[in-house]
């Protein structure tokens, strides 16, 4: 149930949208092998020692970690672990929401035929109409916004964990069949090229960074949410290897969407790789249009995208609602409404970014961008930092130690090592070199 729930939070927008997109800005495999190294050396020991914050403390974030803190008389900072993690679940939830609008918006154009035939200019004239339209945007989001806070607030959380375990395979089953026709009708070989020879002359310190904070954000990291879920983990299950598969997986639906995405992009000169947000949304639809039975499998699809995107939403939101009612005396329902209410008022500025807004910028960043830049390439490696440094220097180190010891003692002890001196300064240099690489670069 813990790998079901974690690979539902892990497997979102990240791994099929944004990873695609990213990787098409950064120039392809040099930033995909930095992804991969930091996802093996950072990504995986934090979200060992994330999952065993929430087992052993076995409540809300914020009170977990003002529970380990007292327990181990340390100084209330520490609280700000459980703190960072609410405040940035509700900054990424107001954008991801619009994004899942989008893909909940191409679900009835599918089944009506809209890319039936069309070419990449089509394809691209109907995603800029899209993006103009803000009343449509906002009724997407609107609606994504429901469907995520209704099914918290009436507790069916279980509901969507059975549908969650028939749909998932289901996406990667389908992944699969767009890999089939990437490779029969896309360049399947440049996209390898481009996803697997690394030109480092394309990396810079600002690549680093987003490399970085994207491996934090497709597992979910710096957020709680792993933390919020560990809670429910049995005493006896191993993390280390349940922590394996899920980052295993993430990692696989990543891939499978840049290979199922690429071939299809360099095979259409039109098609920018670096083209950003919009890639997922401009050559998939091309593709699906040009399929035999192209109609259904493209329904599927953005179906598919619309509830791993779903599965994640709702552990970003968790966190923040197991804290109000914790703490401040909330039931479900109306931790939900008011955090639900937040999350869509702020992405309103997202859905102006892409129309009224687009020329209005926060240092050099539209809202959207820099929501973007705040939460993952700064708010959760912070966060993750600040948990590598918790776990390795300052709590007792029998508190770990009790709780991983049922795993293997060569592998605890190479996964205390990493989390004491690899994590904290690698996160720490990415994290200063890529913010003055990145203001550099905006002046
Ligand atoms: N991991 C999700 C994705 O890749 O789409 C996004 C996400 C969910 C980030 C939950 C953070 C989080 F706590």
Redesign the pocket.
């Known amino acids: 149930m813990f790998i079901m729930a974690a690979t539902g939070?892990?497997?979102?927008?990240?791994?099929i949208w944004?990873f695609p997109y990213i990787t098409g800005e950064n120039g392809g495999g040099a930033f995909v092998l930095v992804y991969l190294v930091c996802i093996l050396l950072l990504g995986i020991p934090v979200m060992v020692a994330e999952v065993m914050l929430g087992r052993r403390g076995r409540q809300s974030p914020v009170n977990a970690m003002r529970e380990l803190t007292r327990e181990a008389g340390l100084h209330g900072f520490w609280n700000s672990i459980g703190w960072l993690g609410v405040v940035a679940?509700l900054l990424?939830l107001s954008y991801?929401s619009v994004i899942a609008g989008w893909a909940l918006a191409y679900i009835p154009e599918m089944g009506k035929g809209t890319f039936q035939g069309a070419g990449v200019v089509e394809s691209q004239a109907f995603f800029d109409a899209l993006l103009a339209d803000k009343s449509r945007l906002l009724a997407w989001q609107s609606l994504f916004m429901v469907l995520t806070v209704g099914v918290v607030a009436c507790g069916v959380v279980k509901g969507l964990g059975v549908a969650v375990r028939i749909l998932m395979p289901l996406l990667f089953v389908l992944l699969l069949a767009m890999l089939v026709f990437a490779y029969r009708e896309g360049d399947f070989a440049a996209a390898a090229t481009f996803l697997f020879r690394p030109d480092f002359g394309a990396l810079t310190g600002r690549s680093v960074l987003e490399a970085l904070g994207h491996s934090f954000?497709?597992?979910?990291?710096g957020?709680?949410?792993?933390m919020a879920y560990g809670a429910y983990m049995p005493a006896d299950a191993s993390i280390g290897k349940t922590v394996l598969v899920v980052a295993l997986l993430?990692t696989l639906v990543a891939l499978m969407a840049g290979m199922a995405i690429f071939p299809i992009v360099f095979a259409n000169p039109s098609i920018n790789p670096a083209a950003g947000p919009e890639l997922l949304f401009v050559s998939l639809p091309v593709a699906f249009g040009a399929m035999p039975g192209g109609l259904l499998v493209g329904m599927l699809f953005f179906i598919l995208v619309t509830i791993?995107?779903w599965s994640?939403a709702i552990?970003?939101i968790e966190p923040g609602v197991a804290w109000l009612i914790e703490q401040r005396g909330f039931n479900r329902f109306s931790a939900n409404i008011l955090l639900g209410l937040m999350a869509w008022a702020l992405g309103l500025g997202t859905i102006l970014s892409f129309n009224d807004w687009s020329g209005v910028t926060f240092g050099g960043f539209t809202f959207f961008a820099a929501m973007d830049f705040l939460t993952s390439r700064i708010m959760?490696p912070l966060t993750g930092l600040f948990i590598a440094i918790f776990v390795g220097w300052v709590m007792p180190r029998m508190t770990a130690k009790s709780e991983l010891n049922g795993d293997n003692s060569k592998m605890y002890g190479l996964w205390l090592w990493v989390l004491r001196y690899i994590c904290p300064p690698a996160i720490g240099v990415v994290l200063l070199v890529g913010l003055y690489d990145t203001f550099a670069a905006a002046n």
């Open positions: 939070s892990a497997v979102g927008l990240g791994n944004k679940g990424i991801y954000f497709t597992l979910s990291l957020m709680g949410s792993i993430d791993a995107a994640s552990s970003l959760l």
